[in-house]
């Protein structure tokens, strides 16, 4: 049965940062790409950022670009994703998920997602 399980969301002020971390089990990612999502009230989910499990190569969005960064762990089978500057704008349920292939923005061509965490953050 294939898991990922977010955890690390609270609450922050602006210009704080959190670290959110995904635990996979229950299949093998190796040619997965891990990537995170987030969806604020009444809007669509949106991407964030993404990062290849075997290379760990590593893609953003634009309004997290230098203020988020993605990694992996391989032996703990857990991806991370490191957010500083945190704004006001980017309150909203943070969502990691996996897909096969390449690296895609559309939250459709992933198959497999976690329950989400919450990460607020005040002005």
């Known amino acids: 049965q294939v898991q990922l399980v977010e955890s690390g969301g609270g609450l922050v002020q602006a210009g704080g940062s959190l670290r959110l971390s995904c635990a996979a089990s229950?299949?093998?990612?190796?040619?997965?790409?891990m990537g995170w999502f987030r969806q604020a009230p009444g809007k669509d989910r949106e991407f964030v950022a993404a990062i290849r499990w075997s290379l760990g190569n590593t893609y953003y969005a634009d309004s997290v670009k230098g203020r988020f960064t993605a990694s992996r762990d391989n032996a703990k089978n857990t991806v991370y994703l490191q957010m500083t500057s945190l704004k006001p704008e980017d309150t909203a349920v943070y969502y990691c998920?996996?897909?096969?292939?390449?690296?895609?923005?559309?939250?459709?061509?992933?198959?497999?997602w976690g329950q989400g965490t919450q990460v607020t953050v005040s002005s």
């Open positions: 998920a996996a897909g096969p292939g390449f690296v895609r923005q559309d939250p459709r061509d992933y198959t497999y």
């Open positions: 229950g299949h093998t990612f190796n040619s997965y790409v």
